[in-house]
């Protein structure tokens, strides 16, 4: 039985973040990179699980802002 590796590597992930890997590192060093990384040897890495609960709160967020009020009679 293989297990899958619970991270990814940041390099592969930064375009969903709409930055570059070198402003990436930079906002990580900053602290204002939107989820934490980790450092795995050499490489910098993020959690798959915050990656998902990350984009899932920005989804819910978003929709959250396209609902219309309702008006009462």
Not at 32 to 60: H, N, S, W
């Amino acid at each position: 039985m293989t297990m899958e590796c619970p991270w990814v590597r940041l390099r592969d992930v930064v375009h969903l973040f709409g930055v570059s890997y070198e402003t990436a590192k930079n906002r990580i060093y900053a602290q204002t990179f939107p989820v934490p990384v980790l450092r795995e040897g050499k490489l910098l890495v993020v959690d798959k699980a915050v990656i998902e609960a990350y984009f899932q709160a920005q989804r819910e967020r978003d929709m959250a802002r396209l609902r219309l009020p309702t008006v009462s009679p």
